[in-house]
């Protein structure tokens, strides 16, 4: 059981990692950030480290998260974005999760005696 819970809460960062990384609106990502954080420090709580949690909550989702969708719904405007640019972010961040995974991939895999 608490396997599964912990794989559920590590594929619920996952997934709001990757929407984070991969929404068009700064808004949006802000939110999934927040929920990401959220479920970081839900891996906090269940490793029965309580206050790296509650830290975790306090810190970065009540101030850092707030500042940043009050930052960007002050400052920010809305500019139309072409399809060129935004084709050139999705293969910036597609090369990017590649060399992520295949850094992620060599450092987990033992190293082979020569």
């Known amino acids: 059981?608490?396997?599964i819970a912990f794989?559920?809460?590590s594929l619920s960062i996952c997934v709001f990692g990757l929407l984070t990384v991969l929404t068009p609106h700064v808004f949006h990502g802000a939110v999934w950030l927040s929920l990401c954080?959220?479920?970081v420090s839900g891996i906090y709580f269940f490793l029965?480290?309580?206050f790296v949690g509650v830290i975790q909550v306090l810190v970065y989702?009540?101030?850092i998260i707030t500042l940043f969708i009050f930052?960007?719904?002050i400052f920010l405007t809305s500019v139309a974005v072409t399809s060129s640019a935004s084709l050139s972010l999705r293969v910036m961040n597609a090369t990017g999760s590649l060399l992520q995974g295949m850094l992620l991939l060599?450092?987990?895999s033992?190293?082979?005696a020569s």
């Open 37 to 39: 954080l959220i479920s």
């Open 7 to 9: 794989l559920t809460i």
């Open 71 to 73: 930052a960007t719904g």
């Open 61 to 63: 989702i009540g101030g």
């Open 106 to 108: 060599r450092s987990i």
């Open 110 to 112: 033992p190293l082979k």
């Open 1 to 3: 059981m608490n396997e």
């Open 48 to 50: 029965d480290a309580s």
